[in-house]
């Protein structure tokens, strides 16, 4: 998704990840990449311990990040509670990967349907106790993704969401 509809007004993007985890740098990478065709400039923010989240949250929405991005990571899953919390604290707008931080009180998320990954999943498992070798099994790459928007964050945060991004929402939370 190449948008910007919900907040347009974002130009300094706060990415939060934890550097320990060794699927970051390639989503930080991928995002980098992006940014300048989206007009954002990106500020990496690498965060290891609880003790480091509002430290950094805060001396980015001090030096006027207006805008988050979280990466999944079960560091930032963890933290979920006080990751959203601050956001709506220093009205980031934000953007997560899993559907569970826009319950959590979350503006936005757009990721990878879980549920359905563990669905397709079980085909495999019943052919390796068939005994089917796992490194001869195709490599299957998600299919189904999913957008939650959170329409109470959005008017904390003084955001109006267009009618036609909610109807690209699988699930909008009043």
């Known amino acids: ?7 347009p007004g974002v130009s300094r993007i706060a990415l939060a990840f934890n550097p320990d985890n060794l699927s970051s740098p390639p989503f930080v990478r991928a995002i980098e990449a992006a940014a300048p065709a989206l007009t954002v400039e990106l ?3 690498p ?8 430290p950094a949250l805060t001396t980015i929405a001090r030096q006027g990040g207006n805008g988050l991005m979280g990466l999944p990571d079960p560091f930032t899953n963890a ?12 009205r980031l707008p934000a953007i997560y990967i899993q559907r569970a931080f826009v319950a ?8 990878v349907d879980v549920p359905d990954l563990f669905r397709r999943a079980a085909p495999y498992v019943d052919r390796i106790l068939k005994g089917a070798k796992p490194a001869e099994l195709p490599v299957q790459q998600p299919t189904k993704f999913e957008l939650a928007i959170n329409l109470k964050a959005a008017k904390a945060l003084g955001l109006d969401v267009p009618a036609s991004l909610l109807a690209l929402a699988d699930e909008v939370i009043e």
């Open 79 to 90: 933290h979920r509670d006080l990751i959203v919390g601050l956001a709506a604290r220093y």
């Open 1 to 7: 998704m190449k948008r910007r509809d919900i907040a």
């Open 104 to 111: 959590a009180g979350g503006l936005i998320s757009y990721g």
């Open 43 to 45: 500020i990496k923010v």
């Open 47 to 54: 965060m290891r311990s609880a003790a480091e989240i509002e």
